[in-house]
């Protein structure tokens, strides 16, 4: 995979109670925000292969996923 293959990538909350916070982990490996999901909402961004991702509780910060760097559009649903 290369670095600019598109592939997208789709985050359901499925918490009925928690917010979750999306993060994207750039090269030098520090999380960068892409914005928090509310309980029965979506998330979706167009990314890269080989960006890895993060899923953080908004309000705690406790890593809840680690998505590792995307080969093919994918979906990942919390919890």
Known sequence: MS??????LVVS?????S????FWIDYGCEEVSYG?????RRFSVSSFATHPWRI???ITH???REIPPL??????TYP
């Open 71 to 76: 080969t093919a559009p994918t979906t990942v």
């Open 19 to 22: 917010t979750i916070e999306i």
């Open 13 to 17: 909350n499925g918490c009925p109670a």
């Open 56 to 58: 953080r509780d908004a």
């Open 62 to 64: 406790v890593l809840l």
């Open 3 to 8: 670095h600019t293959t598109v592939a997208e």
């Open 36 to 40: 928090q999901v509310a309980p029965g």
